[in-house]
Structures are given as structure tokens and as C-alpha cells.
């Protein structure tokens, strides 16, 4: 993710809440997944404006998480996210 913007949906990507999750439905894949309360967390934070690090930073904080875990809970989580063509990454 880059410095002057962070991942954000793909255009196909629809989000639906359902309860304390999020399903996430790929529109040109016909795939749906569902991510649980932290995941759905980080998913509602990718607005375009964050790039990794900041996303971390707010789950380590919402989470109680340390630092390094949460690095690699975002990481894990949007290389997931846009491996399934549901999230774009930011620019460099």
C-alpha cells in the first residue's frame, strides 16, 4: 500500500452487514465471503485514505493488539481481500 493512498474496494466489491460481521459479495467472480467483527473493522477503514500501517495502527487500538500483530493481521487480511479482487491497493 502506498504513501499517498491506501487499499479501498474494488468497484464489483458489495459490502452487507449481518450482525457483528460483514459479507462481502464479488460481483464479477459471483463469490461471496464473510469477515468477521475485526476483519469487517478493517474493511470499513479502507476508504482509499489509510494506507497499512494506518489500519494497523487503529486495530491494535480497537483490539488491544500489539503492534506487530496487528501488522500482520492487515497484512494477511487485505493480500487475502485482494487476492479475491475485492479490495484495490493504494498508489505508490
Same mark, same amino acid.
Given at each position: ?35 468477521? +467483527? ?22 491494535? +487500538? ?12 492487515? +497484512? ?17
Amino acid at each position: 500500500m502506498g504513501a499517498f493512498g491506501g487499499p479501498s474496494p474494488h468497484p464489483a466489491a458489495t459490502a452487507h452487514p449481518l450482525d457483528d460481521e460483514m459479507v462481502l459479495y464479488q460481483a464479477e467472480a459471483g463469490q461471496a465471503y464473510v469477515l468477521n +467483527r475485526s476483519a469487517a473493522y478493517v474493511w470499513a477503514l479502507c476508504d482509499g485514505t489509510r494506507p497499512a500501517a494506518a489500519l494497523a495502527r487503529a486495530l491494535a +487500538r480497537a483490539y488491544g493488539l500489539g503492534a506487530a500483530q496487528a501488522r500482520a493481521d492487515v +497484512r494477511e487480511l487485505l493480500d487475502g481481500l485482494a487476492a479475491a479482487g475485492l479490495l484495490v491497493p493504494g498508489r505508490a
